[in-house]
T-cell receptor, first 113, second 117 residues
Framework: AQSVSQHNHHVILSEAASLELGCNYS??????LFWYVQYPGQHLQLLLK??????LVKGIKGFEAEFIKSKFSFNLRKPSVQWSDTAEYFC???????????FGQGTELSVKP | DTGVSQDPRHKITKRGQNVTFRCDPI?????LYWYRQTLGQGPEFLTY????????KSRLLSDRFSAERPKGSFSTLEIQRTEQGDSAMYLC???????????????FGQGTRLTVV
């Protein structure tokens, strides 16, 4: 069955700390991978995406993610978080030809000023 | 503003009533998706359309739920005989079809929050 697993349900960091959110997926084929962010009271927004090519992808606001095919992982990183990064982060996958997104359960990030 | 608009933003209804939500996708997008999100969970796929054709429907979707996209533009999601367990945020998203230079990322609307009392 297709599934996405996010390792952490709630992460609390101080400003300037480094961030890594884990994401593993299970899918029997080639995939596209995404990280979406949902700031408090706002809609889901795309943070970054991987379709093909360089497995290290850079997104908005200094976020990056690395696709490791052998580990079925797509972990999200940021070297130094800010209070404004407080949000919920969702990892998601679609088949290569597109279609429905399968989401992980989300990781709530709280950054203390 | 993502360009996907949903109406209404909030809906409170009594158990047993029918409700209908509307989604207007980004105009050039021919794929439209419905998801449901409950507190502490990621969005859960309900159904999707390519133009007016409903291509996939989740097996988890009760037959009380029906969706339409009659002219391949806006879509409606109807829930009949609502139950308290239907309380959730209902999200709509749209995307372009895959192609050589067209990516397949989905853009989400603000959602409709349904509360069944």
């Amino acid at each position: 069955a297709q599934s996405v697993s996010q390792h952490n349900h709630h992460v609390i960091l101080s400003e300037a700390a480094s961030l890594e959110l884990g994401c593993n997926y299970s899918y029997g084929g080639t995939v596209n991978l995404f990280w979406y962010v949902q700031y408090p009271g706002q809609h889901l927004q795309l943070l970054l995406k991987y379709f093909s090519g360089d497995p290290l992808v850079k997104g908005i606001k200094g976020f990056e993610a690395e696709f490791i095919k052998s580990k079925f992982s797509f972990n999200l990183r940021k070297p130094s978080v800010q209070w404004s990064d407080t949000a919920e982060y969702f990892c998601a996958v679609t088949p290569k030809e597109g279609g429905k997104l399968i989401f992980g359960q989300g990781t709530e990030l709280s950054v203390k000023p | 503003d993502t360009g996907v608009s949903q109406d209404p933003r909030h809906k409170i209804t009594k158990r047993g009533q029918n409700v209908t939500f509307r989604c207007d996708p980004i105009s050039e997008h021919n794929r439209l998706y419905w998801y449901r999100q409950t507190l502490g969970q990621g969005p859960e796929f309900l159904t999707y359309f390519q133009n007016e054709a409903q291509l996939e429907k989740s097996r988890l979707l009760s037959d009380r739920f029906s969706a339409e996209r009659p002219k391949g533009s806006f879509s409606t999601l109807e829930i009949q005989r609502t139950e308290q367990g239907d309380s959730a945020m209902y999200l709509c998203a749209s995307s372009s079809p895959p192609g050589v230079r067209v990516n397949t990322e989905a853009f989400f609307g603000q959602g409709t929050r349904l509360t069944v009392v």
